[in-house]
Nanobody, 123 residues
C-alpha cells in the first residue's frame, strides 16, 4: 500500500507561480512512475505531468513550457513547479503513483492517489 501526501498549492494571481509536492509513504522501494493529475469543477480528471524512474517525462500540451515536473527518486518525492499560471489552471491537483509501471506504460494513471490539493488562479 502506498500513501501519497501532498503539500503546496494555494491562491495565486494570473501569471504567478506555485509549486506542489508529493511524498510517498509506506513503500520501501523506488516507485516506477509518479505524477500529477488535476480536476476542475464539472470536468473530468486529466493528466498534467508524469515522470518515470528512468527519467522519462510526459506533459499535457496545455502545460508544456509552463510546468516542470521533477523527482527525488531515492525519497519517492515528486514536485510540480507551475509558472505562468492561468485562471483555467484552477483545479484540485492530485498526486499519482504507479509502483510497478504497468499503468504508466499503458498510458493510464497509476492505482494510488493523493487526497488532492487546491490550486486557485484568480485576481
Amino acid at each position: 500500500q502506498v500513501e501519497l501526501v501532498e503539500s503546496g498549492g494555494g491562491l495565486v494571481q494570473p501569471g504567478g507561480s506555485l509549486s506542489v509536492s508529493c511524498a510517498a509513504a509506506g513503500n520501501r522501494f523506488r516507485i516506477y512512475g509518479m505524477g500529477w493529475y488535476r480536476q476542475a469543477p464539472g470536468k473530468q480528471r486529466e493528466l498534467v505531468a508524469t515522470t518515470t524512474d528512468g527519467g522519462t517525462t510526459n506533459y499535457a500540451d496545455f502545460v508544456k513550457g509552463r510546468f516542470t515536473i521533477s523527482r527525488d527518486h531515492a525519497k519517492n518525492v515528486v514536485h510540480l513547479q507551475m509558472n505562468g499560471l492561468k485562471p483555467e489552471d484552477t483545479a484540485v491537483y492530485y498526486c499519482n503513483a504507479d509502483p510497478m509501471g504497468r499503468y504508466y506504460e499503458a498510458g493510464r494513471g497509476g492505482p494510488y492517489w493523493g487526497q488532492g490539493t487546491q490550486v486557485t488562479v484568480s485576481s
